[in-house]
Nanobody, 124 residues
Framework: QVNLVESGGDSVQAGGSLRLSCAASVDTPRNYCMAWFRQAPGKEREGLAAINNKYDRRYAGFLKGRFTVSKENNRNPLYLQMNDLEPEDTATYYC??????????????????WGQGTQVTVSS
């Protein structure tokens, strides 16, 4: 069982930056994929970025380099650095944990454990 807790959500103006954190209650398995997703009201949950224990990263194409996922080692939190935020980025952001893959999936069904979410609101 992996318990995940997100933090760092806030209300910011367009063009601003935020860094989200995702802490695990116990050491995550040595081999893993972890990812960030978001869900806006009335929309489906969408994958943003993922990283495995070998630090291979994957990003959704629509991000255009604005977001960066990182995780220093098995014990440290998962981060999502978000720059140049837009009102369309307003959503609840979730972190997720799943089995290792060389190229981590950005599909929600591939992940077993989820945090409770943290709210990001971007105003114009």
């Amino acid at each position: 069982q992996v318990n995940l807790v997100e933090s760092g959500g806030d209300s910011v103006q367009a063009g601003g930056s935020l860094r989200l954190s995702c802490a695990a209650s116990v050491d995550t398995p040595r081999n893993y994929c972890m990812a960030w997703f978001r869900q806006a009201p009335g929309k489906e949950r969408e994958g943003l970025a993922a990283i495995n224990n070998k630090y291979d990263r994957r990003y959704a194409g629509f991000l255009k380099g604005r977001f960066t996922v990182s995780k220093e080692n098995n014990r440290n939190p998962l981060y999502l650095q978000m720059n140049d935020l837009e009102p369309e980025d307003t959503a609840t952001y979730y972190c997720a944990h799943g089995p290792y893959d060389r190229t981590c999936s950005l599909t929600a069904g591939q992940y077993n454990y989820w945090g409770q979410g943290t709210q990001v609101t971007v105003s114009s």
